[in-house]
Structures are given as structure tokens and as C-alpha cells.
């Protein structure tokens, strides 16, 4: 049984939604608004979201942007809209599926068996193990040393993604597209600051890394804190005014004794 969310604000439609979505097996949340239906979704963690666009508060599309700030939970947009270039906007923000109405029970009750079953491949992944870091993405849990750490839905995708690719060096780049679903990058320090309160929930520091390594000009790299040396400064990387790839300041050079 999927555990749905219906943002809607018509209330016969939203109604209907719900007994229709009910009477097919699924267990149903609504929201009449925008930012109520963004509050749910961070709070609830439904398995999909049924997303409308024309709400009284917040356009839809400003409310799925908002959403994958966040979560990547699966959003089916719901709208009367059926122009291509808002369908492919949407679809580009990161919408998984786009039903135009009036649609049947039937046609959105097979889009929603149809997104979780594309996406379901990734329930049955087996806990990433990282020294004494455990990321278990089914659950969405971490523990470091047997003690859970609680994370944000952000900070555990970024966490989840970076042992999946433990011992690599993962750019920035590739953390903005896919963890933020951003492929064309940002000047934004989202991803600096997100690593920070990372770092911090870990115990560490970017002066004192144990388990999240910068690597100046290239990237950030999860690693068991045994099994990792640090690099050699190269005279570029060492410059007083040099910072990571990161956004994150080099520790200051002490002064030498007389």
C-alpha cells in the first residue's frame, strides 16, 4: 500500500481524489494548498505526491522547486495546464510524471503504480557501510559508531550519495545535479553549507576530517577514517588565500617562533 499525498485545492476534486486513490488500495493525504501540501510532504514523507498547479497561495511549480529543495519524494503534477513548454518546465524542475485533466481513476492510479515501480529499485539497496558510518537508504537511517544520527531529508541524500561513491572524489558539480537536481551548476553555496552541518552531526571539522575529505579544486570524499592519508598540499593549494573547492576556508597558517 503507497502512502500518497493529494495537493489540490478544489475541494469536490480533492474529495474525489481521495475516495478514488482509497478505493484503489492506497492510504490518501490532502493539503487545499501550496505551502500546506509542502508542509506535509516534509513532515508526512509520503511515497508520491499529486501535485496541482493552479493553487491560491503558491503556483505549483514554485511549490515543486521548494520540494526538491528538500525530498525527493515522486511527484506526479495534476493540472489542467497542457501546454508543452510548462509540461517540459515542470518535467525539468523534477516532476516524474504530468496528467492533464480531466483524467480517470483508473489512468492515475496506473501513473502512480507506474513512478513507484520505476522508482522502487532503490528500497531494496542494502546499508552503505563506511567504517563505523552505516547510511541505510531504504530506512533513511544513519548511525555512526552505533549511535543514529539525525539528519535532514537534504543531508541524508548528500550523505547517502557520497558512500555510494565512498573513496572517490565527487565534484561539486555533480552534488548540485544529483542530489539538488541542478545540472547546469549555481553560484550558490548550497552545497558548502549543507557539508558543513554535515561535518558538524559527524563530529569533524574541514580543519579536522575524519570521515569527509576536501580535495582542493576537485571535490569532497567520503572515506573510512583508517583508510585515508591526507594529501599533499600542491604551492597552488597551499597559498594563504586559497580556499577549498568547497567553499570552505583553509585552516590559518601558524606564525613560526622567532
Known amino acids: 500500500m503507497a502512502h500518497l499525498l493529494v495537493v489540490e485545492d478544489d475541494p469536490q476534486l480533492r474529495g474525489a481524489l481521495l475516495r478514488a486513490l482509497r478505493d484503489k488500495g492506497h492510504a490518501v493525504a490532502t493539503a487545499p494548498s501550496g505551502m500546506a501540501g509542502l508542509d506535509a510532504a516534509v513532515t508526512q514523507r509520503p511515497d508520491l505526491v499529486v501535485l496541482d498547479l493552479g493553487l491560491p497561495d503558491v503556483d ?8 526538491r529543495a528538500v525530498s525527493d519524494v515522486p511527484v506526479i ?18 516532476a516524474d510524471d504530468y496528467i492533464v485533466k480531466p483524467f480517470g481513476a483508473a489512468q492515475l492510479d496506473a501513473r502512480v503504480k507506474a513512478v513507484l515501480r520505476r522508482l522502487g529499485a532503490g528500497a531494496a539497496e542494502e546499508p552503505l557501510r563506511v567504517g563505523g558510518l552505516t547510511v541505510d537508504p531504504a530506512a533513511r537511517e544513519v548511525t555512526l559508531d552505533g549511535s543514529p544520527v539525525d539528519l535532514t531529508p537534504r ?23 544529483e542530489v539538488w537536481h541542478q545540472p547546469l551548476g549555481g553560484a550558490d553555496k548550497t552545497v558548502d553549507v549543507h557539508l558543513s552541518w554535515l561535518r558538524r552531526k559527524l563530529g569533524e571539522t574541514a580543519q579536522a576530517p575524519r570521515y569527509l575529505h576536501t580535495v582542493r579544486t576537485v571535490g569532497v570524499k567520503l572515506a573510512a577514517p583508517d583508510t585515508t592519508t591526507t594529501p599533499v598540499a600542491t604551492e597552488e593549494s597551499a597559498a594563504p588565500t586559497d580556499t577549498t573547492a568547497l567553499g570552505e576556508p583553509a585552516a590559518p597558517a601558524r606564525a613560526a617562533r622567532p
Request: no cysteine.
Open 155 to 177: 543531508e541524508f541524500d548528500l550523505l547517502a550519495h557520497l558512500a555510494r561513491r565512498a573513496g572517490q572524489v565527487v565534484s561539486r558539480r555533480e552534488l548540485l545535479a
Open 77 to 94: 503534477v495534476a493540472t489542467a495546464r497542457d501546454e508543452e513548454p510548462e509540461m517540459v518546465a515542470v518535467l525539468g524542475a523534477g
Open 60 to 67: 505549483g511549480a514554485q511549490v515543486l522547486r521548494m520540494l
